[in-house]
């Protein structure tokens, strides 16, 4: 099941794959944001499976329809 959601005051979003937290992050892969233009993370477990997905900035990145949408 996807979940996400969104932190106003920081303008961070997190889009989770898993049981997270209960999965650990064992390795967390920064996406260059000079060609994003922002900062993107991608978080892996133990097992090299994608659990999660950061997005900072987020107003700027997600659609208000999408943010709307998310657990505050």
Excluded: H, W
């Amino acid at each position: 099941m996807i979940q996400l959601t969104y932190d106003k005051e920081a303008d961070a979003a997190y889009i989770y794959f898993s049981n997270f937290p209960a999965d650990r992050v064992e390795k967390t892969y920064s996406c260059d944001p000079i060609e994003v233009n922002g900062m993107i993370n991608l978080d892996f477990d133990g097992k090299g499976a994608l659990i999660g997905i950061e997005v900072m900035d987020a107003s700027k990145k997600l659609s208000k329809e999408i943010l709307d949408q998310a657990k505050k």
